[in-house]
């Protein structure tokens, strides 16, 4: 399975000393040197894996090579590998450099096999990441080919530490080789049309409230390229320049975040370097925001999938967003008052999965989660509740796996109130164990309930 990267250090090395820039200290301080490999790493340059990655797998090779004596190899790991997950890591310059003279990362790479690199790009730095670019999903063969990343914005990298990345998962499961050769940053010329998106290019709306903290998300930029092939790239926020329409009712700062400040109506747009993006958002301010009640239950007898109040445990998703049938729209993304909240809309039935590892509940006696309804129209008046347990191979799909869907009523679901419900887990009774529970699953139901907040998602005795 492939991995996308972990921005945690594990090992670093090589690495010059970091210079302070001084308040008087002009753009010229920072090396302009625009060579990342070439033969060897440039001056003051480093290497750093990626957590949980294969600290090894990357090499210099003599013998493969585009140009020249050498080229970096890159061994990717088969899955199950002991030794780590994938192939990961950053190439920086402790000091930073000066690329505001460039217009793209170029490269050249080839693989001992047809394959997908998963991820590359420039902008990691095990710091902040603030201008990180993500080129995904790069084709790769068993030939040399020139790949080039565009640069958003370059005036932004006036002191870049982070000149080089890559991340790459095994292929159907195996391991491979690929390498890389002649990094460097050029001045092109020719890479045209950029088209800057937010929020995936849509008008999306989103209804909250006072204290709300929301990230804009489907950052991206599409160039046309030399090759006349249009190239998309994500990119982080801080390369936009946001704007909201009536910042009494929400700010948005320079790193993408909407803070919501009173009732109202605003519409959150940007641009990147001058020229208008594509989509944005409408905030839709309700005010004052009730939060859920605060869990009361002792945390030694809590084994808790998603609260404030407790440690949860690892969860692989919110949403498994399960094809073809489901619709329900929503993660775990809605901050309000430093309490973090899930907001489903489209519902129609939604899967949570916690299986890595399964969690052991047979001391548990009750399930609770606690829901608002925001919907105005249905009866609103039940709801399906399924809890799975992928039994002792901790695998989905075997034959000791066991389930069991309760139906909630009650007389009432009532629109904007908080319904605490605690159900027994002996009502479950198709849950032939409780030793390795992986999955918590919403409906589906023919209730009504179109848009909710859930919060306090825990077992208990």
Request: hydrophobic share 40%; net charge negative.
């Amino acid at each position: 399975m492939k991995n996308s990267f972990l921005l945690a250090l594990v090992m670093l090395f090589t690495m010059s000393c970091e210079r302070n820039l001084s308040d008087d200290a002009t753009l010229s301080t920072f090396s302009k040197n625009a060579d990342v490999f070439i033969d060897t790493f440039s001056a003051g340059l480093g290497y750093g894996a990626f957590g949980g990655s294969n600290y090894t797998a990357f090499t210099v090779d003599t013998e493969v090579k585009y140009q020249g004596s050498a080229s970096m190899r890159f061994d990717v790991p088969s899955v199950g590998d002991p030794n780590g997950a994938y192939a990961g890591g950053v190439f920086i310059d402790g000091s930073g450099r000066n690329l505001t003279e460039y217009d793209a990362l170029t490269f050249w790479v080839k693989g001992s096999q047809a394959a997908t690199l998963n991820e590359v790009g420039f902008g990691t730095d095990f710091g902040l990441n603030k201008y990180n670019v993500v080129m995904a999903n790069v084709p790769i063969d068993t030939n040399w080919k020139k790949i080039i990343i565009p640069i958003p914005n370059a005036s932004k990298l006036v002191q870049e530490k982070g000149l080089f990345w890559y991340s790459e998962g095994a292929e159907n499961n195996l391991g491979y080789t690929f390498w890389i050769d002649n990094v460097k940053y050029e001045k092109l010329g020719n890479i045209a049309h950029p088209q800057p998106k937010i929020m995936d290019g849509l008008n999306s709306t989103q209804q909250t409230y006072i204290g709300a903290s929301i990230n804009l998300t489907g950052l991206s930029e599409t160039f046309n390229m030399p090759n006349g092939i249009n190239q998309t790239i994500s990119l982080a926020p801080s390369y936009y320049t946001f704007a909201s329409s009536n910042p009494s009712v929400a700010t948005v700062s320079d790193s993408g975040v909407v803070t919501v400040l009173t009732g109202g109506t605003t519409v959150i747009s940007a641009t990147l370097a001058g020229t208008p993006a594509v989509g944005s958002l409408t905030i839709n301010s309700l005010g004052t925001f009730t939060a859920a009640p605060t869990p009361t239950v002792n945390p030694a007898n809590v084994i808790s999938i998603f609260s404030n109040a407790y440690t949860n445990v690892p969860v692989e998703y919110y949403n498994g967003y399960w094809a073809p049938w489901q619709t329900t729209l929503g993660q775990d993304d809605i901050h309000i008052n430093g309490d973090d909240l899930i907001k489903y809309s489209q519902f129609n039935f939604v899967g949570i999965q916690f299986s890595q590892p399964t969690i052991n509940a047979s001391q548990m006696t009750y399930v609770h989660v606690d829901l608002k309804v925001l919907n105005t129209t249905g009866a609103r008046n039940s709801l399906k509740i399924k809890l799975v347990d992928f039994g002792a191979d901790g695998v989905y799909g075997g034959l000791i796996d066991s389930s069991h869907e309760y139906t909630f009523n009650s007389s009432s679901l009532p629109t904007g109130n908080w319904v605490s419900v605690e159900l027994p887990l002996s009502a479950f009774t198709g849950l032939t164990s409780k030793a390795h529970l992986a999955q918590f699953i919403l409906g589906p139901t023919s209730s009504g309930i179109t848009d909710l907040l859930v919060d306090n998602i825990y077992f208990h005795n």
